[in-house]
Structures are given as structure tokens and as C-alpha cells.
């Protein structure tokens, strides 16, 4: 099944969407927001009222909502996608969640034959959109190959961590840390311009 179902099509889910519409993969779409369902409709999207509507006919369902308790709605809600998901198919986890969960929903989709790929994002809506932002994929290899086509045609920067999930999430941890001090620091160092008289904005010639 070559079809993609996508649910949470905010920024971020929006965009991987239309990224891959663009690319003329069949794609499913729930969102609770129904006016981000019509928008992604009208750009050939198929619109669905809930998760588990959203995953038949489907070989993967990229989850693009905010935490843990909105992927455990997803999944194994009243509607959830697991509930109607067969054997073979595959979940991408995209939110950045705790490790633990990570964890803990692959292990409860393993018990229904269902594969996880961790694979928490990095970049905003642009890069989603152009499909420069980074993935980093932690799944079993065969399932990464099984789903090769639609990973790389979601992103250009796969980083493949292990074969664990939850390491994905760990490696976005890890990548947030680093962002932030980044940040402080850039923050540091124009505080000490200032105090050294000098104008943060800069000039060039």
C-alpha cells in the first residue's frame, strides 16, 4: 500500500502533506481543526473524520501532534488508528516526546504486528514544506527499508540513529540541548558587546 496518512496537519503536518500531494503520493488526512482538513482537500488530499478513518488503505501513518497523550489519542483512543491498523503497516512518530513513551508505543504496536519508526523532527514548516528538515529515524532496518520511499521523500536529512526506538527521541534531546546553548550563548556574547560600548546590529562596508 502505497497510500501516506497523515494526522495532526498543523505547520508541521501540513507541510510534510503538501510536500508529498506534490509529489503525487496518494495521501489521507484527520486533523480536529476540519478547516486544515479542507485546506490540504482542495490540494487533493483525502479528508477523514477520525485516525482510524484516516490509516485504511494505508501503508504508513506519519503522527504529527503535540505530546504524548495526543499520540496516545491517535493511537489507541476511541477512534485510533491501531484498533483498524493490520500487521505490516508502519507508524512514524514525529512529535517530541520522551524516550519512555517512544518506548512504550512501539512496544504496544509490536504486539499488534504494527512497526514503529521514531522519528522526531527538526526544522520548521519551511524545511517541511521543501523537505530540507532533518529526521532522526531509529527503527528496526528492515522496517526502514520497507519504508525508505516515503521517509526520503519526506525529508533530504535522514539520519538513521539505531534500531531502537526511543533513540530517536534521545538524539532530539540531545539536538534541543545543544539549539539552547547555542542560543545562550549568541545572547552572552551580544550582552558583552553592549557592555563594551559596541552596537549589537553591526555595520559592513
Known amino acids: 500500500m502505497r497510500g501516506v496518512a497523515i494526522v495532526g496537519v498543523g505547520n508541521m503536518g ?8 506534490d509529489q503525487r503520493w496518494p495521501v489521507q488526512v484527520f486533523d480536529v481543526d476540519a478547516a486544515k482538513v ?23 501513518l506519519v503522527v504529527c501532534v ?13 477512534r485510533g488508528a491501531a484498533q483498524v491498523m493490520r500487521a505490516g503497516q508502519a507508524v512514524l512518530l514525529c512529535p517530541t516526546i520522551a ?18 519508526i521514531d522519528a522526531p ?12 528538515m532533518s529526521l532522526m529515524v531509529a527503527c528496526d532496518e528492515v522496517v526502514f527499508e520497507r519504508q525508505r520511499m516515503v521517509i526520503e521523500a519526506m525529508s533530504s ?7 531502537s526506538p526511543g ?11 545543544l539549539a539552547g546553548i547555542n542560543l545562550a550563548g549568541a545572547a552572552e556574547a551580544l550582552a558583552m558587546a553592549q557592555r563594551l560600548g559596541l552596537d549589537p546590529a553591526g555595520t559592513s562596508t
Open 14 to 21: 501540513g507541510a510534510i502533506a503538501r510536500r508529498l500531494l
Open 38 to 60: 479542507a485546506a490540504l482537500q482542495a490540494l487533493g488530499a483525502g479528508g477523514r473524520g477520525d485516525a482510524a478513518a484516516a490509516v485504511v488503505g494505508c501503508g504508513v
Open 66 to 78: 503535540v505530546d504524548a497523550a495526543q499520540v496516545e489519542d491517535v493511537l489507541f483512543g476511541p
Open 99 to 116: 524516550p519512555g513513551d517512544v518506548e512504550d508505543f512501539a512496544r504496544r504496536l509490536g504486539e499488534r504486528g504494527i512497526s514503529a
Open 121 to 132: 523532527m527538526s526544522g520548521g514548516p519551511a524545511r517541511a514544506r521543501d523537505g530540507s
Open 157 to 163: 536529512k535522514v539520519f538513521r540513529i539505531s534500531g
Open 167 to 177: 533513540d530517536g527521541a534521545r538524539t532530539k534531546l540531545v539536538n534541543n540541548l
